[in-house]
């Protein structure tokens, strides 16, 4: 089976040779050549963002706010990507706590406990709840308010 030519190019490049791999003749001017793809994934560091969260006073609530944080959970050092990667290779792909956190160290040079990643998991858990609580409901209402089953059979 052959692949498709890609779509986009990102970088080309030429080889060519001088002389002769076998026996080191010099060589002339190219006579053929062909294209072949290559797709990879380029190297990813992680990236350290420092956060300056400013206070305002406010004089209705007789307090000081703070804008929130949206690339991070509350009080969480893990953003939002890397905490959803790492729980989507947990528990969705099987990946165990251990071996994620060598990925993380083998790849990308990022060290995080196991103790931490769990607890990071469970953070991001009782942020989804509310949602998922609310889905459920949802489906609950949709399942009384019709008389099909899930199956397309009628319950009547």
Do not use: F, Q, R
């Given at each position: 089976m052959v692949r498709k030519r890609p779509?986009?190019?990102?970088?080309?490049?030429n080889h060519t040779l001088e002389s002769c791999p076998q026996c080191q003749t010099r060589l002339r001017k190219s006579i053929k050549s062909y294209k072949r793809y290559t797709v990879d994934i380029p190297p990813v560091a992680p990236e350290v963002t420092e956060?300056?969260?400013?206070?305002?006073w406010?004089?209705?609530c007789?307090?000081?706010?703070?804008?929130?944080v949206t690339e991070a959970l509350p009080n969480s050092t893990?953003?939002?990507s890397l905490l959803i990667m790492t729980a989507w290779l947990h528990y969705w792909v099987g990946m165990s706590v251990r071996n994620?956190?060598?990925?993380?160290?083998t790849f990308w040079d990022f060290d995080v406990?196991?103790?931490g990643l769990t607890q990071a998991w469970i953070n991001l858990a009782g942020t989804l709840r509310p949602i998922y609580d609310d889905i459920g409901k949802k489906i609950k209402i949709l399942q009384c308010s019709t008389p099909m089953r899930p199956d397309g059979e009628s319950t009547e």
């Open positions: 779509e986009k190019v990102d970088h080309y490049k956060h300056t969260i400013h206070g305002y406010c004089p209705n007789k307090k000081t706010v703070y804008p929130k893990l953003g939002l994620i956190v060598k990925l993380l160290a406990s196991p103790g």
